[in-house]
């Protein structure tokens, strides 16, 4: 099978002015809003709002009953999960998302059909 090279696409300068012309229109237009939100975009749309209510003493079983009546259905783990993962500096989501790949099992050096003989365990 023969791979297919692309020819790079060249503009004439009148093409490329008028395209120019057409980003900067568009610049001073804001984005097109979304149709339809996913549960993360929602939650990290009103997460100031969320921060605010359970610094108020809200629990999350609050917080669920409050989304569940402007018809966002949420479970309590899932808001949870949101809040904390926001409640995090950036750094420390980055490193805590790239850390479940570190994570090394202990028959990685087992080849398929030996056994691995493992220490006995107290109960």
Do not use: C, W
């Not at 791979?3 to 097109?32: I, M, S």
């Amino acid at each position: 099978m023969e791979k297919r090279r692309h020819n790079p696409q060249a503009l004439t300068a009148e093409q490329f002015e008028v395209f120019r012309t057409r980003l900067d229109e568009r610049g001073n237009v804001p984005p097109p809003q979304p149709e339809s939100y996913m549960m993360g975009e929602i939650v990290r749309g009103v997460y100031p709002q969320l921060r605010t209510l359970r610094e108020n003493g809200y629990t999350l079983k609050m917080l669920v009953r409050v989304f569940e009546e402007n018809g966002v259905v949420i479970t309590i783990h899932a808001l949870s999960t949101y809040l904390k993962n926001l409640a995090l500096p950036r750094e420390q989501a980055q490193v805590k998302a790239g850390s479940k790949s570190t994570v090394e099992s202990p028959t990685a050096d087992v080849r398929r059909g030996q056994f691995q003989l493992k220490p006995d365990a107290t109960l």
